[in-house]
Structure formats: C-alpha cells, structure tokens
C-alpha cells in the first residue's frame, strides 16, 4: 500500500522504514524524531516513532481521535503490542525548573513497577520516591548530561517495589528539545533487568571464587611435588653412591608425600565430578560400623606414627540408607583433618547417636583446635585455607567442601565445633530411612 506523505513523496504503509514521512508532524519535529529514531532499531523503533506520533502535542493520544487512517492504524497496533509486551513505554517531561511528569506509561508499568498508570500520570513522584537512594544522584546526574549534550540515555539503577522487592532496572530514551522553552522531552522505554544483573553477580563470585581456589591448587599441587623430587634425587644419589644412610626416613617422606598427594588429587577428582554433576548416587543400607571401620583401616598407619588413641562407641545394629563410596570419602577426610592436627598421643573418638528419623556421627579429637573465624568459613569454598598439621601435614581444605556436599546429597548435615587448644568434633546428622 501507499500513500502521500506530507512532503509529497511516495512512502510505502506504517510498516516500512519512511513511516514518518506520511505523518501530520511539522518538519522540524520530524527532523528531532529522526534524529532519535536511528539509534533505536527493529521492535523498539517502532515502538518509539508510533509514541511520538500518538503523544504529539501531549494530548492527543486517542485513537478515535486520529484523522489519518494510517497514523490510526498504527496506533492501534501501538497499542496492542504495548500493552503485551515486558517494557514499560513511556513519555517523560523535564522542566527548566527540575520539575517533572509523566505524559504517557504503557500498562506493563502495573507487573513491572508496580504502579498503576493514573499514579505515574498524575505524580511522577510515585516513580522516583522509589528509586534506590543510593541511585538516585547518579540518575539525576545522568538527566542532566544527557539534556545538556542531547546526547542517548541509557542507565542501569535499583528500584523497590511497594511489595518490597528490589528490581534492576535499565531505562533508555533520547532527550529532545521541545518547541517551547528548554524542556525536554524523553521518549523510552524501563526493561527489568534484575534476573540478568543476579545473573552478572552469581558468575563474578564464581569466578573469584574458581580464582582462588586455582591459586590455592597451584601452591598445593607444586609443593608436594617439588618435595618428591627433591627426595627421589637424594635417594638416587645415595644409591649411586653406595651411602645407604639415611635412606629408610628419605623412603618414608616419599611414601608419605605421595599418600597426601594422592588423597589430595582423590579429593580433588571426586570435587570436579560434583561439579559437573556426574557423580553416580547409589543408595543403599549399609552397616555404618562396618562403614566406619573400614575406613580407619586405611588410616591405621597414620594413627600408629602418631601412637593416636582411638575410642569407638558405635551402634553396631544400625544400618543408614547411604551411597557408601560418598560417605567413605566424607568420614576419610574426616578422620584424616582428625588425625593431622591431634598430636603425638593424643586420642580420637568416634560415636554415633541415633534420633527418632536421624543419626549422629561424631568425630571428635584433642587437637590442636580452631578460631572462631576459621571455624565460620570452613564449609566456603572462597575462603579455602590451607593449614600444615602437627607434623607438617599438607592439605587443601578441599576435603571439607567435599564432605559438606556429599552429606547435603545425602539429605544430611555436618556441624563443626572448636576452641583452640582443646580440639574439634565434627557431627555428622544423616536421615536414617530412604530420601527420595
């Protein structure tokens, strides 16, 4: 279809790009929508050539009242899209004297803002006595910028809702000078943003946190490895030369280095599966002595070059519903963090309490201890700390990540309890019948 615009020249219908051509505008305010109307592209152009259009001389907004047949089309297709879709389209006036109002909302502003259009229509207040304070200097800052260089606007601020909510918000609009005066006009759009902005906010703490934890591997990959190598030339060289002294303590280190090494690269395997969510979970009944004792037949070496006293006062007639190889690793890390910071002759015990639908497992140790602000941040992964036990043990504090997901997996918790100096006691509480 066609039809001919005000100046003369053939245009196609509203919807090619010439639209404004066949509008009743006078030139020069034909020549500021233009100049607006190319930064804007595809749906957003549209809508804002059809809100100047229908907005023009602020008043004339309705659609009977339209005399053009085209400019009334476009109008009711304006306002069919407006009010369906998730934006607020609106109209702003800003005064010489700071003095403001709103000449058009779209009905998103109801879901969005949580204000009706009449509230926005009659007080602009309604809408800027709910920007966040602490945004507000920035936004006015922005207004008066972007009307003094009649520059684009687009800003990102916080707004609270009357439910209370905090929404992120991004506002755009090209400022115009209208015919009367210095007051400008704004024609834009409010899009809530606020999935994206805890989005951007979810993926920075994941990356500062994977940061530091690749900071923490590095160091705890290389120094273990740097001690083996260390070892495995003294030992060649004294082999080499025939100098069997010393050899079965540089022989220990070695077995010992590598043990942790091990463990540490087991943790750390087990972690990254976690992460990716490939973990096999298997659940079953099992006895949780049976459990328990065969872990600390692993670690029976460890206890014995310390001469660690061990107690025991489990329920030998009590079987939990667990995925067995997930809780081996959780009371194997456990039992290891138990026996690296408890000194020579010192004592550990392990007990279990049963509840009505839970058990206990208690690990608890007269080591070395732990402060209050270790204590608080031993289950977070961005504040891992890696701490040297009674006789130099290496660790990640990776361990305790791990057993903290592997017990959720399970439905369970796991607490901690410490005072320097007198040692720890880490409980285990894990439901005792089928979780679904």
């Not at 934890?213 to 070892?231: A, E, K, N, Q, Y």
């Not at 206890?303 to 690793?329: G, P, R």
Request: proline share 3%.
């Amino acid at each position: 279809m066609e039809c001919n615009g005000i100046s003369g020249e053939v245009v196609p219908d509203c919807h090619g790009r010439s639209f404004l051509a066949m509008t009743p505008l006078p030139r020069e305010f034909q020549r500021v929508v233009n100049s607006t109307v190319f930064k804007l592209t595809g749906l957003f152009q549209l809508f804002f050539v059809s809100l100047v259009v229908i907005t023009f001389n602020m008043t004339k907004v309705n659609i009977g009242e339209a005399e053009n047949p085209y400019l009334k089309k476009c109008a009711e297709q304006f306002h069919r899209i407006s009010d369906h879709v998730p934006i607020v389209l609106y109209d702003y006036i800003l005064h010489p004297d700071g003095s403001s109002e709103f000449q058009y909302v779209s009905s998103s502003c109801e879901e969005i803002l949580e204000l009706t259009k009449e509230e926005m229509l009659n007080d602009s207040m309604s809408f800027w006595s709910r920007v966040h304070q602490d945004d507000i200097e920035m936004l006015q800052s922005e207004d008066e910028r972007t009307t003094r260089e009649n520059s684009f606007f687009k800003s990102e601020f916080r707004y609270i809702t009357k439910s209370g909510k905090t929404k992120w918000l991004q506002a755009a609009s090209n400022p115009s000078k209208l015919l009367y005066g210095n007051t400008s006009l704004f024609s834009g759009y409010c899009l809530d943003i606020t999935e994206k902005k805890n989005l951007e906010s979810h993926l920075k703490n994941e990356l500062e946190t994977k940061d530091k934890f690749l900071s923490i591997l590095s160091h705890d990959i290389r120094t273990p490895l740097g001690s083996l190598m260390v070892f495995a030339e003294l030992l060649y060289e004294k082999l080499d030369n025939q100098n069997y002294t010393d050899l079965l303590e540089y022989a220990s280190i070695v077995k010992n280095t590598s043990e942790q090494t091990f463990h540490f690269f087991d943790n750390l395997l087990a972690w990254g599966r976690s992460q990716k969510g490939i973990n096999d979970f298997n659940p079953d009944f099992y006895s949780i002595d049976s459990i328990i004792r065969d872990v600390m037949g692993l670690l029976n070496a460890a206890v014995l070059q310390k001469n660690i006293q061990l107690e025991f006062d489990i329920d030998k007639n009590i079987e939990v519903y667990v995925d067995k190889a997930m809780i081996k690793t959780v009371l194997r890390n456990l039992l290891s963090n138990a026996i690296k910071f408890t000194a020579d002759h010192g004592k550990i015990s392990v007990s279990t309490k049963v509840a009505t639908q839970t058990i206990e497992i208690s690990i608890k140790d007269n080591g070395r201890g732990m402060r209050k602000d270790r204590l608080d941040n031993l289950l977070k992964l961005d504040k891992i700390v890696s701490e040297k036990g009674t006789k130099g043990e290496k660790g990640s504090g990776l361990g305790l990540i791990l057993c903290n997901e592997f017990v959720q997996k399970h439905s369970g918790t796991i607490k901690a309890e410490s005072e320097p100096g007198k040692g720890s006691t880490f409980t285990i509480e894990l439901p005792l019948k089928h979780v679904n």
